[in-house]
């Protein structure tokens, strides 16, 4: 596709279930990062994916949380035992490489809203 | 730990005003600035990118400045219309180990009145 995709849009969970949620960014873009959105915050960095090197997790706000990204390409971010201050948007974002580099932009995705109930 | 501010945190204005945002940082170890609107719901869209180096970028009736030094940026916007009503965010760009990062302000809600 020419963006960010992301699934589900909106995902309702009851408290104590396990959820994932899903990324495909643009072709071709190497860095893939996952921030969330609670309501009246701002974006709270989780996770960023470079290339084949090791994650950077330093985001995530508890064990409950945890990423994976498969063949460089479609990300999953998996909260278990959910929680009700989990409840947030859940944006995915790609770029060609870091945005540490001068010229590169981040493209996001329309973002999954959770709500835990 | 760089910290982005955005104020006021809302702004209504009536429609044809030309209209100033205000984003700073506390850091200015920075590669990169971003502008991004992000409508109720919805994810962000990118408007302007702005390098380290340069001064400023344009790009229709929004022009963005950067004053690196200060920890400054505006988003410069002509002519507003009801259609930009939306909340704009700016994050800055640096490095975090091997890593990079965005940090995001809370962005400020515009609100355009016909």
């Known amino acids: 596709g020419a963006g960010v995709s992301q699934s589900p849009s909106n995902k309702v969970t009851e408290k104590g279930k396990d959820v994932e949620l899903r990324c495909d960014p643009i072709?071709?873009?190497?860095?893939l990062y996952w921030y969330r959105q609670s309501l009246g915050q701002g974006l709270e960095f989780l996770i960023y994916f470079q290339g084949n090197s090791a994650p950077d997790k330093s985001g995530l706000p508890s064990d409950r949380f945890s990423a994976e990204r498969t063949g460089g390409s479609v990300s999953t971010l998996t909260i278990q035992r959910t929680q009700q201050e989990d409840s947030a948007v859940y944006l995915c974002a790609s770029s060609l490489v870091g945005t540490g580099f001068w010229n590169t932009e981040a493209f996001f995705g329309q973002g999954t809203r959770l709500t835990v109930v | 730990k760089q910290e982005v501010t955005q104020i006021p945190a809302a702004l209504s204005v009536p429609e044809g005003e030309n209209l100033v945002l205000n984003c700073s940082f506390t850091?200015?170890?920075?590669?990169?600035l971003q502008w991004f609107r992000q409508d109720p719901g919805k994810g962000l869209t990118s408007l302007l990118l702005i390098q380290s180096s340069q001064r400023e970028q344009t790009s229709g009736r929004l022009n963005a400045s950067l004053d690196k030094s200060s920890g400054r940026s505006t988003l410069y916007i002509a002519a507003s219309q009801p259609g930009d009503s939306a909340t704009y965010l700016c994050?800055?760009?640096?490095?975090?180990?091997?890593?990079?990062?965005?940090?995001f302000g809370k962005g400020i809600t515009l609100s355009v009145r016909p």
């Open positions: 850091d200015s170890a920075i590669y990169n």
């Open positions: 994050a800055v760009s640096q490095r975090a180990g091997a890593n990079s990062k965005l940090t």
């Open positions: 072709s071709g873009h190497t860095a």
